[in-house]
């Protein structure tokens, strides 16, 4: 190749073609949500007219049983194809949260290690942002009494529920739940295991989708190798949804966290 030949950077081409498909994915699934509409339109029509075949001859009957299970069959497809194409969104998303994300993530100020993580995903998520401005009370802190009676912040929650029409026919905002808690200084595999457990279990109570489920550990300390892998290689297996990495933040006495794995956008 002659050396005068402009070349173009191939990481910024592949954002660049992501955001084309990226820009057409809004009105598909408006598009997909109208078509639901109608659908359910329809199958109500059907159904009314099963009822009104049940006196009238089984020619009609059995075009009406017929309709309403094409009816259904094409909700069923229009609900996977509209959880594909909000993955595609979900995950154009995240690419571009991480093309500028600072790789040194730095500790927002707060009285404990729980309250900066909250304010930290606040600050680097806008859905985040948005729901807590909106519900403070969505963000919900935990306490442990000490041996010495004085309180410590062990956990939180924050959740948006899914709502009405993904929780009948799955479309539309799954919600989202994010779960942290603070562990041990060196989990094990079996504490991250037990950890996931726990907040799907948890996620699951909430309503919402399970989003990310944190261990934090406000020391920052080498994580054995067994665990590093579980965290970076075992997501856990959310229905309806992304696979969820349990992640290992760490605190490190230079005021930046270590994450593991390293996951930005998310909710």
Request: charged share 25%.
């Amino acid at each position: 190749m002659d050396a005068s030949t402009p070349t173009e950077d191939p990481i910024a081409g592949l954002f660049e073609l992501a955001d084309r498909v990226t820009e057409v994915a809004p009105r598909i699934r408006r598009m997909f949500l109208y078509t639901a509409v109608v659908i359910m339109g329809f199958l109500a029509i059907v159904v009314f007219l099963l009822f009104v075949a049940l006196r009238a001859d089984l020619l009609f009957l059995g075009l009406a049983l017929g309709a309403v299970v094409l009816g259904a069959t094409s909700l069923v497809l229009l609900s996977e194809t509209d959880r594909f194409y909000r993955t595609l969104s979900e995950r154009h998303r995240r690419l571009k949260l991480l093309q500028f994300a600072d790789p040194a993530p730095k500790i927002p100020p707060g009285r404990t290690s729980v309250r900066r993580l909250a304010r930290y995903l606040a600050v680097t998520n806008p859905r985040v942002a948005s729901l807590l401005a909106e519900h403070p009370e969505a963000l919900k802190i935990r306490s442990r009494a000490g041996p010495d009676g004085a309180s410590t912040e062990v956990a939180f929650s924050i959740a948006s529920p899914a709502g009405r029409p993904y929780r009948w026919l799955r479309l539309g905002d799954p919600g989202f739940v994010v779960i942290a808690r603070v562990g041990p200084e060196q989990p094990s595999v079996s504490d991250l295991e037990r950890f996931g457990r726990e907040a799907t279990a948890v996620a699951g109570k909430i309503g919402g989708r399970l989003a990310r489920a944190i261990l934090l550990r406000p020391a920052a300390r080498s994580l054995e190798r067994d665990a590093y892998d579980y965290s970076v290689r075992q997501p856990l297996s959310i229905p309806g949804g992304p696979p969820v990495a349990v992640e290992v933040v760490s605190e490190r006495p230079d005021g930046t966290y270590d994450l593991v794995p390293h996951v930005i956008g998310i909710p």
